[in-house]
C-alpha cells in the first residue's frame, strides 16, 4: 500500500503562489492532486504518470503547473495566480494504472490533504 503526504498548503492573496508537494513511500504509476471545498465533490486538479503524461482541469490550466521527481517518489504542484475559487483541501492520490487521469475513482491510495485558502 502507497502511503501519501502532502505539504505546502497555507493562506494566500489572490493572485499569489504556492507550491504544494506530495511524497509517496514507494513507486506508482500516476499520481495526481484533487480538491475538495466544504459541501463540494472531490475535483480533480492536474494528474502526472511515469511516460511524463499530464492532465488538467480546465479551470486551472495555465495557472497550475504539475511535475515529478521520480527518484524521491513525489510530485509537486506549482499554483500561481490563485483565486479565491482554488480554496480546498489539496489531496494526493496514487493509481497502479497509466490512464487514471483525473477521475477519483481510478486512484487506489489518498493522502489526508493540505489545506490552501485564498483570500480575496
Known sequence: QVRLMESGGGTVKAGGS???SCSASQYTQSLAWFRQA???????????NTWDETRYADSVAGRFTVTADRNKNSLYLQMDNLKPEDTGLYICAAAHTRYALLYPPNYDEWGQGTQVTVSS
Do not use: N
Open 18 to 20: 504556492l507550491r504544494l
Open 38 to 48: 466544504p459541501g463540494e465533490e472531490r475535483e480533480g486538479v492536474a494528474s502526472w
